[in-house]
């Protein structure tokens, strides 16, 4: 069964900072990434997808990276706002959504 | 964009009774729903996947005499909480798969916050 980690759990920056979020996954027979957003009480917003056959896909100050050799994803946010502040979800798909433990950020006015 | 909804968004019921949660798609079919359920400062686990006009197949661990799912039609699905404990108290979110769609083509419902007191 896939299980997939991410770190860190909580993160807390100024706002301006560049940051990275990581996302980490046991098993590399994955068809899909994707990366969402979830605010308190809320559902998720799907922020970026990247196929399997893709190593990156970028949506305005977002970027995101797969690497399935390494088991490993990254969500790259430039020049962080507050309203980015939320908790950060990556989930892989092997014919259903295996979620991350989520990375809540803070960003600092 | 494709929407999905839930209602109630919230509830409180008393141990002991049951509470039904509709998950619907607004303006797709959605063959395949799911059902996720999240504790506090803790990722989605998936519950359920139900499947229009099939039994729903359960996780590992997941009562299906207690979480009962129907999946009524192309539009609409629903949870009920049998016996409700306090133990059951969590956010609940469901997403659909448009028809035809691949797993990643999911939308997510809003959640519904169900409190057992």
């Known amino acids: 069964k896939q299980e997939v980690t991410q770190i860190p759990a909580a993160l807390s920056v100024p706002e301006g900072e560049n940051l990275v979020l990581n996302c980490s996954f046991t098993d590399s027979a994955i068809y899909n990434l994707q990366w969402f957003r979830q605010d308190p009480g809320k559902g998720l917003t799907s922020l970026l997808l990247?196929?399997?056959?893709?190593r990156e896909q970028t949506s305005g100050r977002l970027n995101a990276s797969l690497d399935k050799s390494s088991g490993r994803s990254t969500l790259y946010i430039a020049a962080s706002q507050p309203g980015d502040s939320a908790t950060y979800l990556c989930?892989?798909?092997?014919?259903?959504?295996?979620f991350g433990t989520g990375t809540s950020l803070t960003v600092i006015p | 964009g494709a929407v999905v909804s839930q209602h109630p968004s919230w509830v409180i019921c008393k141990s002991g009774t049951s509470v039904k949660i509709e998950c619907r798609s607004l303006?797709?079919?959605?063959?395949?729903m799911f059902w996720y359920r999240q504790f506090p400062k803790q990722s989605l686990m998936l519950m359920a996947t139900s499947n229009e006009g099939s039994k729903a197949t359960y996780e590992q661990g997941v009562e299906k005499d207690k979480f009962l799912i129907n999946h009524a039609s192309l539009t609409l699905s629903t949870l009920t909480v049998t016996s409700a404990h306090p133990e059951d108290s969590s956010f609940y979110i469901c997403?659909?798969?448009?028809?035809?769609?691949?797993?990643?083509?999911?939308?997510f419902g809003p959640g519904t916050r169900l409190t057992v007191t």
């Open positions: 997403s659909a798969r448009i028809r035809g769609g691949s797993t990643y083509e999911q939308y």
């Open positions: 303006d797709f079919q959605a063959t395949t």
């Open positions: 990247i196929q399997s056959s893709q």
């Open positions: 989930a892989f798909d092997q014919n259903q959504f295996y």
